[in-house]
């Protein structure tokens, strides 16, 4: 498929399913997980993204996860977050899956994502399940957060070895199963299931659109292939659809 082929197609206003990885916030300044600078080059997962992890050091855990807040708060949504919430106004049947935890998404406007691993500004008490956003209210200056019931507030992230929200991986398998358009953008699609999502999508018979500067798992299943980064090729595919009337 060309780049005219799927504007065309994209015109016609069919049902699309996006799934974004890390890649699409790398160039907000915020590290992919793997690859050459990737956050499992320089941590380890297993010390500080698993439950054993937290049962063993919570203070370490949370000192990671406030890093990374610190660096996501610091950050902007960039091009390629923006041209994917123009494409939700533009696109009446869109649903963006995301396994990303930053929020960057619906900060640059996109309404209807879907979170597969969480949202890292989640505090989530262990004992009673209660939530607080901390996006909104502020940090809490306790080492290691309390809930009032006096259980551990944990971050509101899906760990190794956990399970993803029930509801989120329904509604993501929905979309893969039934749309027409599918891209894959700025993930190595090495952890399932979010990885399979792309694969039950051509199974399915939608066209997959690949946009990332390196070769994935994915790659073989793509009927469009663009090898840029997202800030580059999602505002092109904008520019497009834009030029184009609904036909
Ligand atoms: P990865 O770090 O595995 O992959 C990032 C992908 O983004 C790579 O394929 C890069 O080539 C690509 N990339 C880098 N810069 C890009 C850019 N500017 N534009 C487009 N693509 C770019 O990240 P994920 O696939 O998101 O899970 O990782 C999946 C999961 O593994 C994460 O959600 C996290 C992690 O462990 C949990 O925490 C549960």
Redesign the pocket.
């Given at each position: 498929m060309t780049l005219n082929e799927l504007i065309d197609m994209l015109a016609r206003q069919p049902r699309v399913a996006v799934l974004t990885?890390?890649?699409?916030s790398?160039?907000s300044g915020i590290p992919?997980?793997?690859?050459a600078d990737?956050l499992w080059k320089q941590f380890r997962?297993e010390e500080l993204?698993t439950p054993e992890a937290f049962r063993r050091d919570p203070k370490l855990v949370w000192e990671w996860y406030r890093f990374r807040r610190q660096i996501i708060r610091e950050a902007e949504p960039n091009a390629g977050h923006l041209a994917l919430a123009e494409m939700e106004k533009r696109l009446p049947h869109f649903v963006l899956i995301t396994?990303?935890v930053d929020g960057l998404h619906q900060r640059s406007g996109s309404r209807k994502v879907i979170e597969l691993?969480g949202n890292i500004f989640i505090d989530r008490c262990v004992q009673c399940g209660k939530e607080v956003d901390r996006s909104l209210d502020p940090e809490s200056n306790e080492e290691i957060p309390h809930c009032e019931c006096g259980g551990l507030f944990r971050p509101g992230?899906?760990?190794?070895g956990e399970t993803l929200p029930p509801d989120a991986l329904d509604r993501a398998w929905n979309a893969a199963e039934q749309c027409e358009v599918f891209f894959s953008?700025?993930?190595?699609?090495?952890?399932y299931p979010a990885a399979g999502l792309p694969e039950l999508a051509h199974r399915r018979g939608a066209r997959v659109v690949e946009?990332?500067?390196?070769a994935?798992a994915v790659s073989v299943h793509a009927d469009l292939i663009m090898r840029e980064?997202?800030?580059k090729a999602l505002p092109e595919i904008v520019a497009h659809l834009q030029s184009v009337k609904p036909s």
């Open positions: 990885g890390s890649g699409i790398a160039e992919t997980f793997r690859g990737g997962a993204a396994q990303n691993h992230v899906v760990w190794f953008i700025g993930t190595s699609a090495v952890v946009i990332n500067p390196e994935t980064s997202a800030a």
